[in-house]
């Protein structure tokens, strides 16, 4: 009865540490349905540089224009798009580049594409899409931005710190830009 008891002590943690490494790593699974989750087939990566107001990596629809584009991230009033077509779609993961104007002189915005982006963004009220316009801003950051106001409101912009995520630095790069 002795040796009995010994053996079903040893069995016991034996017993755990197989199953421990049994089991499925629970953390990893959930990474991974986590990330899976926010791609979507119907966005496009797109990278555009140059003379233009923000310059950055923009996820839009698939079927966006280049003029959508520049709806954006803005131009500047030395943007050139002499010769542009504007009903391009774009490509996924692709970069564009808006040229400098030659003319430096008496140039006028242009009224080609309309400029709304001194629009800002109400990190309050926005959706997935519009925050991921947000310059360092992607799918992960704009799910826990909806994250965390469907907990609390933010009261003021410096609030958008307390999210993970969101460093000093990308706060810095969006504060002029985002509204409550």
Do not use: W
């Not at 953390?27 to 791609?39: C, F, L, M, R, W």
């Not at 009903?87 to 030659?102: A, F, G, K, Q, R």
């Not at 709304?116 to 009220?125: A, H, M, Q, V």
Request: contains cysteine; glycine residues 4%.
């Amino acid at each position: 009865m002795k040796f009995n008891k010994r053996l079903f002590v040893l069995l016991i943690p034996i017993s755990l540490l197989i199953l421990l490494f049994a089991m499925p790593n629970r953390k990893v699974q959930q990474d991974i349905v986590y990330n899976t989750e926010y791609e979507r087939k119907d966005i496009i990566t797109v990278h555009i540089f140059g003379e233009v107001r923000r310059p950055g990596t923009y996820y839009l629809d698939e079927n966006s224009t280049y003029a959508d584009l520049l709806v954006k991230c803005g131009l500047t009033d030395l943007s050139n798009l002499d010769g542009v077509n504007l009903n391009v779609t774009l490509l996924n993961n692709s970069s564009y580049e808006v040229l400098i104007s030659d003319n430096r002189t008496n140039i006028e915005p242009s009224t080609l594409v309309p400029d709304i982006s001194d629009e800002k963004i109400n990190i309050n009220k926005a959706t997935q899409a519009e925050l991921i316009t947000l310059p360092g801003v992607g799918s992960v950051k704009a799910k826990a931005i909806i994250n965390y106001r469907t907990k609390k409101k933010f009261l003021k912009i410096e609030d958008i710190k307390k999210v993970d995520g969101i460093s000093e630095n990308l706060y810095d790069s969006i504060k002029d830009i985002i509204i409550v």
